[in-house]
C-alpha cells in the first residue's frame, strides 16, 4: 500500500514541527508541499531527511514553493516547471516519478481581486494545467496530481455563506477550468469516496472560520483511470488544522494498493 498526501503548509519553516510532528504520526510514503515560501537554499532538507524523507523542490522567496517528499527513497524529478508560458517564474508546479506512481505537487494561483489580471493568470494557468495533464493521462502508470488547486468545485465544497460569492475560487469560470480536468479521465479521488460529505480542507484565519467550521475544499487528490483502479481510502487530517501554529490548511490523503515501493 502506497500513501500519498498533500498539504499546503503556508510557511515550512515557520511550520517545521507541525510537518515533521504530522510525519511521525502518519508516515505518508509520498507528501506534496505547497506555499513553501522559503527560497531554494532554505528548504529544510536535513530536518526531511532526518525524519527518513528525501525531496526535491522548487522554492520561491517570499510566495508560492512546492516539493514532493518520499519516505526511504529519492522522488524522480520530470518536470521542474509548467509548460506553456516562458515568462511564468512562479514556482507553482513540480512533478516526480515515485514508487511507479507520477506524482505533481501543484499550488494554482489564487485569482483574487477579480476581474483583473491577477484571474486571468489564473485561468491561463488551469488551462496550462490541463494541457500537462493531457499528456500525463496518457501515460500507462498510475498518475496523482495533487495540491492546492484554489477551487472549491460544487457547493457543497463551501460552508453556508453568501461572502464568497465574487470570490475566485467559487467563480463560475473556475469551476469549469476544474471541471476540465476531470472530463480528461481524472477522478476527485475524495469526492468519489464521500460523494454527500461536506469535506473543508482550509479554513482561513479571520472570523473564527477554524471554530466555526466554515471551511472549503481546495486541496484535491486527482487519479486517472490506473490510479483508480488502485484507490483503496482516502481522508482529511482535520486535527492537524486544530494543532498550535497550524497551517490554514489541513492534509489530505489516499491509500493505493499495488505500486511498488
Known amino acids: 500500500m502506497m500513501r500519498i498526501a498533500t498539504y499546503n503548509i503556508n510557511g515550512i519553516n515557520k511550520r517545521l514541527t507541525n510537518l515533521l510532528d504530522w510525519l511521525a504520526d502518519r508516515q505518508p510514503d509520498v507528501v506534496c508541499l505547497q506555499e513553501l515560501k522559503a527560497t531554494d537554499a532554505h528548504f529544510p532538507i536535513a530536518e526531511i531527511k532526518a525524519a527518513r524523507y528525501d525531496a526535491i523542490w522548487l522554492g520561491e522567496s517570499r510566495w508560492n514553493g512546492v516539493a514532493i517528499l518520499s519516505q526511504d527513497q529519492t522522488p524522480i524529478l520530470t518536470c521542474r516547471k509548467l509548460p506553456g508560458d516562458e515568462n511564468d517564474e512562479q514556482a507553482r508546479y513540480i512533478e516526480a516519478a515515485v514508487g511507479g506512481v507520477i506524482v505533481a505537487s501543484i499550488y494554482a494561483p489564487n485569482g483574487n481581486p477579480q476581474p483583473g489580471p491577477k484571474f486571468d493568470f489564473k485561468l491561463a494557468w488551469l488551462a496550462r494545467l490541463r494541457a500537462r495533464a493531457q499528456e500525463l493521462v496518457r501515460a500507462d502508470a498510475p498518475i496523482v496530481l495533487a495540491g492546492d488547486f484554489n477551487v472549491a468545485p460544487a457547493p457543497n465544497d ?12 467559487v467563480l463560475p469560470e473556475s469551476r469549469v477550468a476544474f471541471q476540465s480536468l476531470l472530463d480528461l479521465g481524472l477522478t476527485d479521488a475524495l469526492r468519489h469516496l464521500h460523494p454527500q460529505e461536506a469535506i473543508y480542507t482550509f479554513w482561513d484565519y479571520r472570523r473564527q472560520r477554524w471554530e ?44 493505493l494498493d499495488g505500486p511498488a515501493r
Open 158 to 169: 463551501i460552508y453556508e455563506t453568501k461572502s464568497y460569492d465574487a470570490n475566485a475560487l
Open 212 to 255: 466555526r467550521n466554515a471551511g472549503l475544499r481546495l486541496d484535491h487528490l486527482l487519479l486517472n483511470a490506473n490510479a483508480m483502479a488502485l484507490l483503496s481510502a482516502a481522508g482529511v487530517d482535520r486535527p492537524v488544522r486544530g494543532m498550535e501554529n497550524a497551517s490554514d490548511h489541513a492534509p489530505i490523503w489516499v491509500d
